[in-house]
């Protein structure tokens, strides 16, 4: 039967110096790369990033005005719903006939309510047609 066996512990300040020192180096190579003036062939790709980052940055200009704006319109719209729905009732208040009446007598009118009850007028639908 195998038997368990620790594993050696690993000196992990060595190994991030190494990271560290490796990563100088990378920019180290880079400094020397572009000493002599930064070569033709990078050009291009370097226009095509810096268009990629305009267009990031303006996408997401755009989005937080959108984002502005519709958080305007939707308390704009509240405020319309609220309004829309005082005004009705107080409409609805306003056009019962007590208030009515009420109305009538503060401005002194001089009109009265009808004593006679309702009634319909029917008319006969004429079927030939006259001419």
């Known amino acids: 039967m195998a038997e368990n066996t620790p594993k050696e512990p690993t000196k992990n300040k060595k190994q991030r110096k190494r990271n560290s020192i490796s990563l100088l180096n990378t920019i180290n190579r880079l400094d ?66 007590s208030e009515i009446l009420k109305a009538i007598e503060q401005k002194d009118l001089k009109l009265k309510e009808s004593s006679k009850n309702l009634y319909k007028i029917k008319m006969k639908k004429n079927t030939s047609s006259e001419k």
Not at 56 to 75: D, F, P, V
Request: hydrophobic share 35%; glycine share 4%.
């Open 32 to 97: 020397n790369l572009v000493e002599n003036g930064l070569p033709t062939n990078y050009i291009p790709h370097l226009i095509f990033v810096a268009i990629l980052g305009i267009f990031y940055i303006g996408n997401s200009h755009y989005a937080e005005n959108m984002i502005r704006q519709t958080n305007k319109l939707e308390s704009e719209v509240e405020n319309l719903r609220s309004s829309y729905t005082s005004r009705k009732v107080e409409f609805m208040y306003a056009s019962k006939q």
